[in-house]
């Protein structure tokens, strides 16, 4: 139960957090780097949610191959949102 409403208030702050950072990032700065790098941890964010949010599936994972798509692509878009975010922060 602890454990569940753990999770609920991470989740929470993480919906919270992610226009939060867009919104300063993108008014702090200007040019293409807070872009970058807003865009990097919000897709990093987004695949958080999604691998906190447990044994919730968009796919069944009793459907063969396809049943662990739904995580490899969470892992892809938390993957893609670091090598964005790193991009736009060390390379700009």
Not at 4 to 10: H, T
Not at 47 to 54: A, E, H, N, P, V
Request: net charge negative; charged share 10%.
């Amino acid at each position: 139960m602890l454990e569940k409403i753990l999770k609920f208030l991470i989740l929470f702050a993480i919906m919270i957090a992610i226009p939060i950072l867009w919104w300063q990032s993108l008014h702090t700065y200007s040019g293409l780097k807070p872009i970058l790098v807003s865009t990097g941890m919000s897709l990093f964010l987004f695949g958080l949610c999604y691998k906190l949010m447990g044994t919730w599936d968009l796919i069944p994972d009793w459907i063969p191959l396809l049943g662990s798509l739904d995580d490899s692509v969470a892992w892809m878009i938390m993957l893609l949102g670091v090598g964005v975010g790193s991009a736009g922060y060390f390379l700009l």
